[in-house]
């Protein structure tokens, strides 16, 4: 638009010019006047859009503290008391889910129960299902049909507050905050007792070349001194965020995904030591977990296809042996 506003003036001016209504000099004055003009009001035009979209965030903001406050509202906060469990059963009974505004079930009739200190690795192709089976354990949806219990408790029922503190959960899409390393870890000034995960998720190392250590600030933006993380580093650091929660759950969606080989195997061999007393759940499209894991299990198309140990898999030779051995060939 605003070019097209400039050649309208441009040539609207070399007319009146040819025409000897104006001289070069005018010409010149009033489009450099009404350039400048135009260009002023796009700047405003822009500022206030800016503007309505922050009033229009701010609104949405107001309205999700407003929901979350309610805690009579059972879908955000449930509506009877939970003692926080030291043994944890997850079952999933029946469990239906298709998005909103989608005819199409993204899950279908999943059955499955992960216990106490289980390990548990889900395994399958894009677009099976097995992040959508992590979101509803999250309780970022709803079933669509079936119970998703804990204890024998629908987590529905369960507030939120209570519940979350069950979970500690590694995302593909984290955040890292651009203040140091250690508050990135404990999401506080607290940097106490940081040791013990700075070893397990395989950070000691690198923190210990660093000047400033875990107090090193991740990106330059409040410190000259800050660092850029690489993925994997940064993979690392919010592995290290779920240590230190110390929830008896740990929901790790693809951990090692920009970590290389050896990486991967050290990560899983340290997680594995100190993660013996929790009940974990591991979504990956490398295998390199399932064969230390306690069961499979295989999505394939929104279902549970098997389920079972890597060798009662491999023997099984159907879709979980058609996987490893696509990601065995190239190393052997």
Same mark, same amino acid.
């Given at each position: ?167 500690? #959960?590694? &995302?593909?899409?984290?955040? $890292?905050? =651009?203040?140091? *390393?250690?508050?990135? !870890?404990?999401?506080?000034? +607290? ?88 009940? #974990?759940? &591991?979504?990956?499209?490398? $295998?390199? =977990?399932?064969? *230390?894991?306690?069961? !499979?299990?295989?999505?394939? +198309? ?31």
């Amino acid at each position: 638009m605003y070019a097209i506003s400039s050649f309208y003036i441009l040539w609207s001016l070399s007319v009146y010019y040819i025409n000897k209504v104006i001289s070069i000099a005018d010409f010149t004055l009033y489009f450099s006047t009404i350039t400048a003009m135009s260009s002023t009001l796009g700047i405003i035009t822009d500022l206030v859009a800016e503007y309505n979209k922050q009033l229009k965030n701010s609104a949405d903001f107001k309205k999700l503290k407003f929901l979350s406050e309610q805690n009579d509202d059972k879908l955000l906060s449930g509506v009877s008391p939970f003692i926080v469990p030291t043994d944890i059963e997850i079952n999933f009974s029946d469990v239906w889910f298709k998005y909103p505004g989608c005819d199409c079930y993204v899950l279908r009739n999943i059955n499955i129960k992960i216990s106490d200190r289980e390990k548990l690795v889900i395994v399958g192709y894009n677009g099976s299902g097995k992040s959508t089976f992590i979101k509803l354990l999250c309780k970022f949806y709803r079933p669509s049909s079936g119970k998703i219990t804990l204890n024998g408790k629908d987590i529905w029922e369960i507030p939120n507050e209570q519940y979350y503190r069950i979970l500690g #959960a590694v &995302f593909q899409d984290f955040a $890292l905050l =651009a203040f140091t *390393i250690s508050e990135n !870890i404990t999401m506080s000034e +607290n940097d106490e007792n940081i040791s013990d995960v700075l070893e397990k998720s395989g950070l000691s190392e690198f923190i210990a070349n660093l000047n400033d250590g875990e107090k090193t600030y991740i990106s330059k933006k409040y410190s000259s001194k800050g660092i850029e993380l690489s993925g994997g580093q940064g993979q690392k650091i919010a592995l290290a965020r779920a240590l230190y929660k110390n929830a008896p759950v740990l929901i790790l969606d693809e951990p090692t995904a920009s970590l290389d080989v050896k990486a991967e195997s050290e990560l899983y061999e340290n997680f594995m030591k100190t993660a013996f007393d929790k009940t #974990a759940i &591991f979504i990956s499209h490398r $295998l390199a =977990a399932s064969q *230390i894991a306690d069961h !499979i299990a295989v999505f394939s +198309n929104g279902k549970i296809v098997e389920y079972g140990t890597h060798k009662e898999l491999i023997a099984k030779n159907g879709l979980y042996a058609e996987m490893f051995e696509k990601q065995r060939k190239p190393y052997i």
